[in-house]
Each structure stands twice: as C-alpha cells, then as structure tokens.
C-alpha cells in the first residue's frame, strides 16, 4: 500500500471518485487554483476543469445552498468550507433545507451531497477558526456526521460519503492533514456505522474521535507500561453511532473513558455516556469519565491553545481513576 498524508488520501478520493461520475463536482473558496488551503484539491482544476472545480466568492450561504439545490436535480456536489465555524451563515441551507428535503417530500428526494469541512485546534487560529462542532451536526435529523482519524479511514469514508444519497458532513481535522499512513490502492468504501478498534485492550475502553485518537493510542502506550490494558475504539462517524460495537468493547472492559476536543458540555461523549449508561449499565465497574475541553472559546495564545486541548496526561489520568 502507498504512504499517504491524510491531505492527499482525501485528495485520491475526490479523483477516484470524479473519474467515475460526472455528476461529481467540488465547490469553494480556493479548492481551484489554489488547490485547498490544506491543499485537498490540489490539482482538481487541471484533470477536471472549471465546469466541476468551482472557485465560489467569500459566501457560505451560497456555496451549501448551491449544493443543496444541485443536489436535488441530479448532481453530487462535494464542497468545502475552510473552516467548520463558518458553518453559521449556512445553517439554514443545512438543516433546514438539507436535512429535511428528503422527509418533507415523502422519500422522493434525494439530497446527495458532502460538505466538507476543516476543525480543530492547534495551529493558533483563535476562537473563531479552531472550534469542534460536531454535536450540533449530530443534533439534526437528516444529516450524516463523518470524523475519519486515519488517511485509510479519510479515503475510505469521503468515497463512501460522495456516493451515500443523503447529505454528508464530513469533518476533518486541521492537526491530521500532514499525518502519514498506509493507504489502499483505488477504489474501497469504509460503511457508516462501523467504529474501528484502533488498539485492543481488556482493562478500559477509551473511545476517542479524530486527532483524539492518536492521544489516546499515545496514553495507552504509556499506560501498558503501568499494567494497564486500554481499548481505544475510533467511531469514525459519529451518526451513525455505531452502538453495539462500542457497547461490546464495555462488555470486555467494563470502564469507559470518552476522550473528544469539544467542549465537554453537551459534547459528544455526552451522548455516547447516555447511551452506555441506558444499554449497558450493569457492565460498568466504574463510573464514566469524559476528557474534553473547557466550556470556553478556543485561546490564540500558544500556550493557553495547549492547555486548551485535551491532552495525553489527562487520559492517562482518567484511565488510572476508572481503574482505581
């Protein structure tokens, strides 16, 4: 299998997938010449041309709405916003337009479209470029919620993403753009709602979302040198939530730790503890932890931003209380 940067497995999906389908088209501010500010959409323009590589103006509310009404006549948009905080001059166009189309028509619309989208912190991009938004996605009907952790997972998910016929956000991590790893060749799909275990372990399950994965692999690293066995399992979409194979991996452990970079209140993890708490509840040996971030916007000064972030030291910290 080739290396690859998680920039450019997503970059061989949109090719793969454009190939295949000239019904697929990328929409966004700088994805043409420019190629992505994370470069994602490097070379796009030239395979593919102006009709299906669109430069749009500064105007999310016109690059989703766009989408969305392309969307209903036959094409599979795929558009970016640089960074998911923009998200809020397109709500509209994205859960009250997106989301329902297919409800509110009685099942005869489909509404296939992906809407791309940086988050994250840890570049210093300040408050309003570094958020994690993805509960407020989960909270609406009618939309699919994709956070990959891995450039195999990344690949994998967005062709799986560009060919669901609901509509897609597809989350990505600023911190994992550069992160290197094993990419299959061609053409594969990764199903929604199938969470991957990215390390086994019997003692404490740790379920983690995006660059969060990493930190946890890392603190399960450093905890095995303690005696301690830890599960870190990587829904890769958090709607569809992939339920039972978390639960299972709580049947085996009997801990939970949830680890996620949104804020802690009403993040996430608050909804994966419910449903642990509700389904699972007398295979618990201990109560449910959560490491996430402060309720409070991210800082821009580099070491606050740090601070900030959930890191490696409280999940190990967590673990050894769910332990003890």
Known sequence: MPNMTFAQALNDAHKIEMSRDPNIYVAGEDVGVYGGIFGVTAGLLDQFGEKRVKDTPITESAIVGTAVGAATVGLRPVVELMFVDFIGVALDQLYNQAAKMKYMFGGKARIP??????????????????????????????????????????????????RDDNPVVFLEHKMLYALEGDVPEGDYTIPFGQADVKREGTDVTVVATANMVHTALSAAEKLAGDGISVEVVDPRTLYPLDEEGIINSVKKTHRLVIVHEEVKFAGSGAEIAAMVAEKAFDYLDAPILRVAAPFCPVPFSHPLEQAYIPSEGQVIEAVKKVMA
């Open 113 to 162: 479209m992906v809407l791309r989208a940086a988050c994250g912190a840890g570049i210093g991009a300040a408050a309003q470029h570094s958020q994690c938004l993805e509960a407020l996605f989960m909270h609406i009907p009618g939309l699919k919620v994709v956070m990959p952790s891995t450039p195999s997972d990344a690949k994998g998910l967005l062709i799986q993403a560009i």
